[in-house]
């Protein structure tokens, strides 16, 4: 069972609003991620963490940004929310694992989301 | 150009069939390659990672890898309900589109 924490679960909020998306991982992984998805679509790479003081922007053109003071938190930030930017945020963290092949496989583990309702 | 392509599904199959899902990509630099799991209104989870050519079995699940057609598939064998999801294919922690599987009883 992975460690990680997104809060809230569910927020719903007027536009102009600022925001904080939490993420917090008990697994002292290094690399962390923001991934947004809309309802049966795919998941978009927003924001990504090779560890502290490292933010990079991903693929998905985002007025979102991240911060990473410590290796546990990584925080995504709306200045001012709008419909927009209704959808699911997901926070993922990595690990590298053995698998039986005796392989090094680089494992995400995801928060459980948060779906966001600007209104 | 996507990293990853997912262009089939839905795939619907009846219980105790093989399932069938493929995935293709451009960067021949690619060295590996992973197959999520998601149910609805749940996040990804990891089935199986690909490194080399060839298969991978693990359990009902076989990952295969052709890095000279840059093609990755994943077979699951005897499939049931609960492997009704939609499947990811990633690699450099990025997503395709995802197919979506289900499994009639």
């Known amino acids: 069972e992975a460690d990680i924490y997104q809060t809230p679960r569910y927020l719903v909020i007027g536009t102009g609003k600022k925001i904080t998306l939490e993420c917090s991982q008990t697994?002292?992984?290094?690399?962390m991620y923001w991934y947004q998805q809309d309802p049966g679509m795919e998941l978009h790479l927003i924001h990504y963490?090779?560890?502290?003081?490292?933010?990079e922007k991903g693929d998905l053109s985002s007025e979102s940004t991240v911060s990473r003071i410590r290796t546990e938190h990584f925080p995504l930030t709306l200045e001012s929310a709008r419909p927009s930017h209704t959808s699911q945020y997901l926070c993922?963290?990595?690990?590298?694992?053995?698998?039986?092949?005796?392989?090094?496989?680089?494992?995400?583990?995801f928060g459980s989301g948060t779906q966001l309702s600007v209104l | 150009q996507k990293e990853v392509e997912q262009n089939s599904g839905p795939l619907s199959v009846p219980e105790g069939a093989i399932a069938s899902l493929n995935c293709t990509y451009s960067?021949?630099?690619?060295?590996?390659f992973f197959w999520y799991r998601q149910y609805s209104g749940k996040s990804p989870e990891l089935i199986m990672s690909?490194?080399?050519?060839g298969d991978k079995e693990d359990g009902r699940f076989t990952a295969q890898l052709n890095k000279a057609s840059q093609y990755v598939s994943l077979l699951i064998r005897d499939s049931q309900p609960s492997d009704s999801a939609t499947y990811l294919c990633?690699?450099?922690?990025?997503f395709g589109a995802g197919t979506r599987l289900t499994v009639k009883p």
């Open positions: 993922a963290s990595s690990d590298y694992t053995l698998d039986r092949q005796g392989q090094l496989n680089e494992k995400l583990f």
């Open positions: 697994m002292g992984h290094d690399k």
């Open positions: 963490s090779y560890g502290v003081n490292s933010t």
């Open positions: 960067d021949r630099v690619s060295q590996s």
């Open positions: 690909i490194y080399s050519n």
């Open positions: 990633a690699r450099d922690m990025r």
